[in-house]
Nanobody, 121 residues
């Protein structure tokens, strides 16, 4: 079974940093596409970052580009999201998900349980 375990959320002050991790199992990690999404209260789910492990390409949402960095560790089957210069508007539940292509949002059918990030002002 595909399993995705997200971790690393917490409370941080405006301007601070956090690192989220998504540990994957049950599929071929090296050929997978893994993305981070987030959902704030009362808002739609938003794509944050995505990495394609088969070719190393990656994508970022406009609101996080330049502040967040996605990376992949094939030794531990983990996709990390380094979040710097955090803002209160980054407060959300962050989910990792497995899909077919970064550009095809509807292809993300397997989801982790989510980890809460709270940025205080």
């Amino acid at each position: 079974d595909v399993q995705l375990q997200a971790s690393g959320g917490g409370l941080v002050q405006d301007g601070g940093s956090l690192r989220l991790s998504c540990t994957a199992s049950g599929f071929s990690f090296g050929s997978s596409v893994i993305a981070w999404f987030r959902q704030a209260p009362g808002k739609e789910r938003e794509g944050v970052a995505c990495i394609s492990n088969n070719d190393g390409s990656y994508y970022y949402g406009d609101s996080v580009r330049g502040r967040f960095t996605i990376s992949s560790d094939s030794a531990t089957n983990t996709v990390n999201l380094q979040m710097n210069s955090l803002k209160p508007e980054d407060t959300a539940v962050y989910y990792c998900a497995k899909g077919e292509r970064c550009s095809k949002r509807r292809s993300f059918g397997s989801w982790g349980q989510g980890t809460l990030v709270t940025v205080s002002s």
